[in-house]
């Protein structure tokens, strides 16, 4: 069964930390993992990563993938109070026009 | 660029009557759109995918009569829940694609959500 697996569910720190978040996958036909931000409503895209061991940046934010062990990593760095938010990992799968399978989510809280 | 619109944001109706929601994608044509319902405190699910000229593809356990996709164009796709039931209040999302040659060229971006919650 294809499955998304995010760690950890939940992480609080403080204000000038720096947080990794994790996601493993095990899919079948894998074509693109994605990052997203959600705060109160709707996802907003953060990263579409495609190839292995290329970062991506934007920001205080990057990820990497790692196709050989299926996993990718969000980093964040000097967090901020707005970087508060669930952060969500999802894997592109499937046929030419395949759907998203999502994980559960990392809720990360940044306190002053 | 790859903005999706989602109407209504919020929507209050009484059991036993349909809602229509909307989703248009504003600056680019998608080929394929996903409906997803979330709720509380979980990750999002997949309810159906909508190819544009074509029935929508629905996931195991979703109604197809309960929730009816229309995908008439390139920029619009509406889910409407039909006799609405208060087990059915939930975040509806959208998210609007364009696939060129079988990859993924633009977009993957997700509509504002609509709230919806039957009394």
């Known amino acids: 069964e294809d499955k998304v697996v995010q760690s950890p569910l939940s992480l609080v720190v403080h204000e000038g930390d720096t947080v990794t978040l994790n996601c493993s996958y095990e899919v079948t036909n894998f074509r693109s993992l994605l990052w997203y931000k959600q705060e109160k409503k709707a996802p907003t895209f953060l990263f579409m990563l495609t190839s292995s061991g290329i970062e991506k940046k934007s920001g205080r934010l990057s990820s990497i993938l790692d196709k050989k062990e299926l996993f990718s990593i969000l980093n964040i760095t000097a967090t901020q109070t707005g970087d508060s938010a669930i952060y969500l990992c999802?894997?592109?799968?499937?046929?030419?026009?395949?759907?998203?399978?999502f994980g559960k989510g990392t809720k990360l809280s940044v306190k002053p | 660029g790859a903005v999706v619109s989602q109407h209504p944001s919020w929507v209050i109706c009484k059991s036993g009557t349909s809602v229509k929601i909307e989703c248009r994608s504003l600056d680019f044509q998608a080929t394929t759109m996903f409906w997803y319902r979330q709720f509380p405190k979980q990750s999002l699910m997949l309810m159906a995918t909508s190819n544009e000229g074509s029935k929508a593809t629905y996931e195991q356990g979703v109604e197809k009569d309960k929730f009816l996709i229309n995908h008439a164009s390139l920029t619009l796709s509406t889910l409407t829940v039909t006799s609405a039931h208060p087990e059915d209040s939930s975040f509806y999302i959208c998210?609007?694609?364009?696939?060129?040659?079988?990859?993924?060229?633009?977009?993957?971006?997700f509509g504002s959500g609509t709230r919806l919650t039957v009394v």
């Open positions: 998210s609007a694609s364009l696939f060129l040659q079988g990859a993924l060229s633009y977009g993957y971006t």
């Open positions: 999802a894997v592109w799968h499937g046929g030419s026009q395949g759907n998203l399978i």
